[in-house]
């Protein structure tokens, strides 16, 4: 799958997340266990952005999609793992593990969600020349098939942010 198609996913995810967001009166879960954590935390008052929460609606619409491309890796002979989505559990601690010991990025606040071997980066930097060394340090470890930079930084009103931000209470 090449780029195109990959960032085509990424925003279908974004938009149900944002869609599943404005709804707010369905129970939301993560269903699919995409992981998702916090890598650094440096930055205080970074907006903090939402996990990956699924309404059942969602849930349902997401499957096929998922069990689709999760698959094409291995048929296409990518991937060693019959699904792309069983990397993620192991590859995200890895990726929080490089951005923690790497030194460059210990002032930053970021957070790292995990879908299909690509690795979205939320949260907050000091540049935008920071956020692209990061993008690309990421890119870097095993595993990781693409990143999508969603980083923010703060102050920059030019630069709204790009990631759906997690409500208070939830």
Avoid: K
Wanted: aromatic letters at 6%; hydrophobic letters at 40%; charged letters at 20%.
């Amino acid at each position: 799958m090449d780029g195109r198609w990959r960032l085509v996913l990424s925003c279908t995810t974004l938009t149900l997340l944002l869609a599943g967001a404005a709804a707010g009166a369905q129970p939301r879960t993560n269903a699919f266990d995409d992981p998702f954590v916090q890598a650094t935390s440096a930055l205080a008052g970074c907006p903090v952005p939402e996990g990956p929460l699924y309404t059942a609606e969602e849930v349902r619409a997401l499957a096929h999609i998922r069990a689709q491309h999760g698959g094409s890796c291995y048929r296409s002979g990518r991937c060693r793992l019959p699904n792309s989505y069983l990397y993620d559990a192991e590859i995200i601690p890895r990726v929080r593990q490089f951005i923690r010991e790497d030194g460059r990025f210990g002032d930053t606040s970021v957070w790292l969600l995990g879908q299909r071997r690509i690795v979205t980066l939320m949260g907050c930097v000091r540049s935008v020349q920071q956020g692209r060394a990061l993008e690309q340090a990421v890119g870097l470890v095993d595993d990781v098939a693409g990143v999508v930079n969603l980083l923010h930084v703060p102050g920059d009103a030019a630069a709204p942010v790009r990631y759906p931000l997690a409500q208070p209470g939830r």
